[in-house]
């Protein structure tokens, strides 16, 4: 059998509050690596507690990448996100680190990992278009609008998911042509890399609904609410149309302080509907992950020699980590 020369990348995926963070820093010291942040809203600055954003202690010694690269009301795409993964870890190969690929956005996974169908760029003019559009007769309208010109990606997109309404009736406008006929085709080669898919995840689902609500409660005692309100005052999402709409206010939790912050509903309901919104988003997270077939499952609370030999194996054992120095 041939032996894969391929460079080596480690992915550490997850739902929410399972503790990617803290296991993918731990494992870039322990085997020289740097990190590839994998997450939708640690791109944007500003998002920092809400989001779950290492913070500069935490990322002491250990380089991160992709986190902080845009503000919150400019928009970033998974193929965006996947062109400068791909710069980052090619600077990582040829300083001799290992990849560490962590984060919880599915989209961006495999955007970086099995590359998307070319399609048409975005195109800022007629997003406002469509963005003015749908501030006139609704997202719900936009959707009907496109179930008549792409059933098949309708069906797959919720109504109220305004982001992939807005991209597929661009797409559509623009071409000619559906998007669900641009992703029937073939994608550009792979990521020409050998990477270990770990998915760190509670074997329960009371376990990981205790975390997320100890997580919430920790953000909102450390100061979420300021965070938003920070944002709230920024000149671009104050003037801005729909700052709801925006991908980063989408971001669990977010929106609903900003909603609260409105007067819409009390301290009480604000900590109801965020933990609830995290758990539907780990609910989703879950259901994506179980369809990486070649992905690795380990409780992060009692598989953690399981979790340090599956990774030892991985690079070559201890003998392959001292001819690279790392012991």
């Known amino acids: 059998m041939p032996v894969d020369t391929r460079p080596s990348a480690i992915a ?11 296991f993918a820093i731990e494992l870039a010291r322990r085997y020289g690596g740097e990190i590839v942040s994998v997450d939708s809203a640690l791109v944007y600055r500003g998002l920092d507690i809400g989001a779950a954003k290492p913070d500069l202690a935490e990322r002491a010694g ?44 599915g989209l961006y996974f495999r955007a970086l990992l099995r590359g998307l169908a070319p399609m048409p760029e975005a195109d800022p003019a007629l997003r406002e278009a469509i963005t003015a559009q749908a501030q006139a007769v609704g997202w719900d309208a936009l959707h009907a609008e ?19 309404i807005q991209r597929a009736l661009e797409v559509f406008r623009l071409s000619g042509r559906p998007i669900s006929a641009w992703q029937r085709d073939p994608p550009p080669p792979r990521l020409p890399l050998r990477v270990l898919k770990l998915v760190l995840a509670p074997a329960g689902r009371a376990t990981l609904h205790a975390r997320i609500a100890h997580r919430f409660d920790a953000m909102l005692a450390t100061g979420f609410l300021d965070e938003v309100r920070g944002l709230r005052a920024l000149t671009a999402l104050r003037d801005h149309p729909a700052p709801l709409d925006l991908p980063a ?9 900003w909603e609260h912050l409105d007067g819409v509903f009390d301290s009480a309901e604000l900590r ?45 054992g201890p003998e392959a980590a001292r001819r690279r120095g790392l012991v």
């Open 62 to 105: 250990v380089a991160h990448h992709l986190i902080d690269v845009r503000e919150p009301w400019q928009p970033y795409s998974a193929a965006e996100f996947a062109a400068d993964a791909r710069v980052a870890i090619d600077g990582i190969l040829a300083r001799g680190g290992l990849p560490v690929l962590a984060g919880g956005t």
């Open 146 to 164: 496109l179930a008549r010109v792409d059933p098949a990606a309708a069906a797959r997109i919720r109504p109220g998911d305004a982001q992939r």
């Open 12 to 22: 550490v995926m997850g739902p929410t509050a399972s503790g990617k963070t803290a």
């Open 272 to 316: 109801d509907r965020g933990i609830f919104a995290t758990r539907q988003l780990a609910k989703r997270q879950l259901t994506w992950l179980r369809g990486e077939l070649d992905a690795r499952w380990f409780d992060p609370e009692r598989d953690g020699d399981q979790l340090a030999e599956a990774v030892s194996c991985f690079l070559g």
């Open 249 to 257: 206010l989408r971001a669990v939790g977010y929106r609903q302080a």
